[in-house]
Nanobody, 123 residues
Framework: QVQLVESGGGLVQAGGSLRLSCAAS????????MGWFRQAPGKEREFVSI????????FYADSVKGQFTISRDNAKNTVYLQMNSLKPEDTAVYYC????????????????WGQGTQVTVSS
């Protein structure tokens, strides 16, 4: 079991940047594959980025490649999402998630979730 808490969301103008953090509880953070997902109003939750246990394997949705950067610090039990060149279409609640087996982009396959942090990008 792990508890996840996101932070760093807020209101930003198009073209701006935000850095999201996800703090995890427990002793075994390095055992978890970590991911970021987002859900815009009226839409289903979607994959944004995933990072492997060691940080050596990283995956991004096509919509954010070259724009977002995922990283993790296992010593701090924290995963980050650096978001640059933000666009209004990036507006969503951003969630971090954890799982212990394979990398999966389908949100329904992830058992552990934070409560989310709102990111709003104005035009």
């Amino acid at each position: 079991q792990v508890q996840l808490v996101e932070s760093g969301g807020g209101l930003v103008q198009a073209g701006g940047s935000l850095r999201l953090s996800c703090a995890a509880s427990g002793r075994s953070f390095s055992n978890y594959i970590m991911g970021w997902f987002r859900q815009a109003p009226g839409k289903e939750r979607e994959f944004v980025s995933i990072i492997s246990r060691s940080g050596q394997s990283i995956f991004y949705a096509d919509s954010v490649k070259g724009q977002f950067t995922i990283s993790r610090d296992n010593a701090k039990n924290t995963v980050y999402l650096q978001m640059n060149s933000l666009k209004p279409e990036d507006t969503a609640v951003y969630y971090c998630a954890a799982r212990t087996s394979t990398v999966e982009t389908n949100p329904v396959l992830w058992p552990y979730w934070g409560q989310g942090t709102q990111v709003t990008v104005s035009s």
